[in-house]
């Protein structure tokens, strides 16, 4: 959706409205990561919510191509994602099952973005 104009590619309308329900998880993903990381204190954990944003979008993930270049924007919010629940994880400890829910989504969030490869789709 975003990125030069030469590597961008005609997509449909559905397409770039998963794109853009895509880019809003990753963002709210990532607020709500830094809020538990910086300043966890009377802060909810969004476990259904997340669970219901990410499932869908790792399920899709399942049957990606492997070829092309990792885009940095994917990577980067993957590495946020798994450092934060790492962290996050250790600080709240086993006992609180949302948070442990909470992280595991982040995770398979992390992995799922990892998986994101830049390939032109076909004309």
């Given amino acids: 959706?975003?990125?030069?104009?030469?590597?961008?590619?005609?997509?449909?309308?559905?397409?770039?409205?998963?794109?853009?329900?895509?880019?809003?998880?990753?963002?709210?993903?990532?607020?709500?990561?830094?809020?538990?990381?910086?300043?966890?204190?009377?802060?909810?954990?969004?476990?259904?919510?997340l669970t219901m944003a990410v499932v869908p979008f790792a399920t899709l993930m399942l049957n990606r191509p492997q070829a092309g270049r990792r885009p940095i924007a994917e990577a980067v919010f993957a590495g946020l994602l798994a450092g934060s629940a790492v962290y996050i994880g250790l600080n709240e400890g086993r006992d609180n099952w949302q948070s442990l829910w909470t992280c595991a989504i982040y995770l398979l969030f992390a992995v799922t973005l990892w998986q994101a490869r830049a390939v032109q789709s076909p004309k």
């Fill in 1 to 49: 959706m975003f990125g030069p104009r030469g590597e961008r590619a005609s997509l449909s309308l559905s397409m770039k409205c998963l794109g853009l329900a895509l880019i809003v998880t990753a963002l709210i993903a990532s607020e709500t990561a830094l809020g538990f990381v910086f300043d966890p204190r009377y802060r909810d954990f969004p476990y259904a919510a």
